[in-house]
């Protein structure tokens, strides 16, 4: 079996060495143009090029949860695309946004400005009641996330394609239940995958039905920059809509320096870090997954190509 890796933006040195040992039977080894055929590759966002000159490939294993990338390439129509389920990402994504949403709650922005002035200056508790989490994309990261949310006993809502029945949580389902999620919720937590039917759909008119239509709503975008229609934002903060946003991951990354978005003053910015993929967990999960394709063995976090996620 001969595995190629290709990944933009990483180095594969350590990818390679860690699925040659997960793998002893395997031959793998760095993607270059012209390299014999494979039967599986390993990529981060590759070229068309790549896939152009690997045809035979029978599994394509992304080392993320998003596909939005990969499925913009014109892939070998038999291959099999896998995400990466997990591995480590859950974990640190429900402490981001649980992180984002506290800080929030508790008002630490305020307190840090206070404290920058020496000034000792104590703020009325507010109601976790009035501050109703919306959760949209119930996956893998998204069920994580709003268990670990409702732990800290914030009322929860999620919001996936298909309906669902999850402890704690009051679950929405499709277009005809959105407007009645965005209405329960007041901060609104981005966790679904970017396709055709989620581009933009972070958008003005959305986003004004946060919180019943009240101002206040809170904005977490963890899912992809393309989510969020970025000129409908300002405004939405500036006229007291929104109270703010916490934002990983932007239309165009890096952000560019002169992006609004890193000065104002209601907007945190992160480098797209929410949730890092951990390597070893990684090869260890992806080596699995090739062991049981090779043994004609089912495996999760195969991606629907005709769905997008
Ligand atoms: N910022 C970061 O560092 C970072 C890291 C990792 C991932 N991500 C992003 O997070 C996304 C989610 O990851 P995941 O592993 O949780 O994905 P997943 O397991 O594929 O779950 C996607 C969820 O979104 C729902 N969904 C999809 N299309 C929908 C639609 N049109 N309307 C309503 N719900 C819809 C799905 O509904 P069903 O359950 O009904 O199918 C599912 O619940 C990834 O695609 C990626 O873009 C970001």
Known sequence: MRITVCLTDNRPDAWIEGLRAALPEAMVEN????????????????????????????????????????????????????RLDDAGMSVQMAEYVCHALIRHFREFDIYEADARESRWSFRKPRERED?????????????????????FEFPVNGWSRSPKAIGGLRCFAGEAEFDDFLGASRVLVNLLPLTEATRGILNRENLSRLNGGEPGGYLINVGRGAHLVEADLIPLLDSGRLAGATLDV????????????????????????????????SIAQIAGKIRAVELGEPIAGVVGRERGY
């Open 250 to 281: 932007f239309e165009v990354e890096p952000l560019p320096a002169e992006h609004p978005f890193w000065r104002h003053p209601k907007i945190t910015v992160t480098p797209h870090g929410s949730a890092r993929t951990v390597r070893e967990a």
């Open 31 to 82: 993607w270059r143009p012209g390299a014999p055929q494979a039967d599986h590759a390993v990529v981060w966002a590759p070229p068309q090029e790549f896939i152009d000159d690997q045809p035979a490939l029978r599994g394509i294993f992304n080392i993320g949860a998003g596909v939005d990338a990969l499925l913009k390439l014109k892939l070998p129509p038999e291959a099999q695309v896998v």
């Open 131 to 151: 501050f109703a989490v919306g959760v949209m994309g119930l996956g893998v990261l998204g069920e994580r996330v709003a268990k670990a949310v409702a732990q």
